[in-house]
């Protein structure tokens, strides 16, 4: 998808070019559901003097959902104080600014309006979502984005309207059964409860030592028996002790779900927020072994990546130890890797240190080709093939990040397909 909106924004600008504008790409942002995010566009100090007019698109995701204020809508009294110097508040309830139609805003001004372009304020409706931007500068306005974007042609918009309360979840003992149950058919063998009230304001904290596995932690809070009552939302995030995110759940069902997986026994914080108040909630761990073929001799995190990747993908559980290991850092590496024709392998890589922002792992076998792309927590990748009559593959990696150090494993997972 960010190859699509990149796409895009060439083509738009190429365009635009071509009828005599002058274009500028902005740095791309990445935003979550409820977050704003304030974006510069131009510095220079007597723009609103300069003859001409500016036209600003942002592009996001066909199916992205944002609003875009301008300088002058980002001023006005009703937007929370403090909105524009701080930086990824909650926008206001009210619907303000410019909606997105088909993940594209189209702002222009001219003469000297273009100043209200200055800077813009764009907050993120969608769960998550990076936005492209695109400037131009040209004597008169540059015409329809659909133009140079045919199929991202937009209208009128109708109101988001209200779809009433959300559905109340059920009582919270029947709900841990119902997770509980669900977790064991899937394989989990251990399971732990841990009950708790939550503050007045719905929000609590549980500090949980936790084992080497795979675990899924699961937090519900009850819902009251008195009306009225706000409703049921958990959202909540799972932290080790040295602050690194491990989880998070933001998304809009009653109760929150963490799955991540650890190499070492852990103590994991795990503050949420979203009950109904003063109720009684539970965090309920299920746990997955991680497969002893694993190694562990990389530490504990790549360990601990390598079994999240593998249950990510629902990859076949290796029985025997990598035949093959590599270790790299950021950036492109390609790995030439020996094959024995007809059996089947299984390929991942695991973060070992460093601050990962994506993984991309591939496979080229003969004239076949195999990937997987990991951009939400990506601490491991993985992928499975199968060698016919080849004797030798390449395996590429690239790692996007800071620091990145990554560790390669290839597991033979037995002959013939699989």
Request: hydrophobic share 40%.
């Amino acid at each position: 998808m960010k190859a699509d909106l990149v796409e895009d924004a060439d083509r738009l600008a190429k365009t635009w070019r071509a009828r005599g504008a002058e274009t500028t790409r902005l740095s791309p942002v990445f935003l979550e559901h409820g977050r704003s995010g304030r974006i510069v566009v131009a510095k220079e100090p007597h723009e609103d003097e300069v003859p001409g007019c500016t036209t600003v698109v942002l592009l996001g995701a066909p199916n992205a959902d944002f609003a875009v204020l301008t300088a002058s809508e980002a001023d006005a009294p009703s937007l929370p104080a403090g909105l524009l110097p701080q930086g990824h508040p909650t926008i206001d309830t009210a619907e303000r600014g410019t909606r997105s139609s088909l993940g594209a805003v189209s702002l222009v001004r001219c003469g000297t309006r273009r100043a209200d372009l200055a800077r813009l304020v764009v907050a993120m409706r969608s769960s998550r979502g990076a936005i492209e931007l695109v400037v131009a500068r040209s004597p008169d306005p540059l015409g329809d984005v659909r133009d140079a974007l045919p199929e991202r042609a937009f209208g009128l918009v109708a109101p988001r309207g209200n779809p009433g309360r959300p559905i109340e979840p059920g009582p919270l003992a029947e709900r841990t059964v119902k997770a509980e149950e669900q977790a064991r058919a899937e394989g989990a063998t251990r399971f732990t409860r841990v009950p708790m009230i939550a503050s007045p304001e719905g929000a609590g904290e549980y500090q949980l030592r936790l084992g080497e596995g795979c675990h899924r932690v699961q937090i519900m809070a009850a819902v009251p028996t008195t009306f009225p009552h706000r409703a049921t939302d958990v959202d909540a995030e799972a932290r080790d002790d040295a602050g690194r995110v491990l989880a998070r759940d933001r998304s809009e069902s009653p109760d929150a779900r963490l799955d991540f997986c650890l190499g070492e026994a852990t103590r994991v914080t795990v503050p949420y927020a979203g009950a109904a108040g003063l109720v009684p909630t539970i965090a309920m761990d299920a746990v997955w072994p991680i497969a002893r073929a694993v190694p562990n001799h990389w530490g504990a995190r790549t360990r601990a990546g390598f079994a999240l990747a593998l249950r990510r993908r629902n990859a076949p559980e290796p029985t025997s130890p990598p035949v093959a290991e590599s270790l790299g850092v950021t950036g492109p590496t390609m790995v030439p890797v020996t094959l024995e024709p007809g059996r089947c392998y299984l390929a991942a890589i695991a973060v070992a240190r460093g601050e990962s922002r994506g993984l991309r792992l591939s496979a080229t076998v003969g004239d076949r080709y195999v990937r997987d792309e990991v951009v939400d927590r990506p601490e491991g990748a993985a992928l499975a093939f199968c060698a016919e009559s080849e004797e030798a593959a390449r395996i590429d990696v690239e790692a996007r990040g800071a620091g990145v150090w990554w560790t390669f494993a290839l597991f033979a997972l037995g002959g013939g397909e699989p």
